[in-house]
């Protein structure tokens, strides 16, 4: 999933070298958080949430085989 998360963020940012995913884990679910170049939050974001909305789905859809709840937080 990490893996996942940096290639589409990368592909959408204009600072790719800055965007950084760290994991946590517990027993029921996994947070992904993203953090990127403030200038990029807005990119990531996209308007009204669109882009976040549909990385979100897709690693959800992506983790579906873990049996865990993903949560993608987006930091700048």
Known sequence: MKE?????AKALVDHP?????EVRDDDRSTVYELTVH??????????GGRIAKAMRTVVTSASVKSGKRVIVDINS
């Open 38 to 47: 403030p200038r990029d939050v807005g990119k990531i974001i996209g308007k």
């Open 4 to 8: 996942l998360i940096l290639v589409i």
């Open 17 to 21: 070298d800055e965007v950084r995913v």
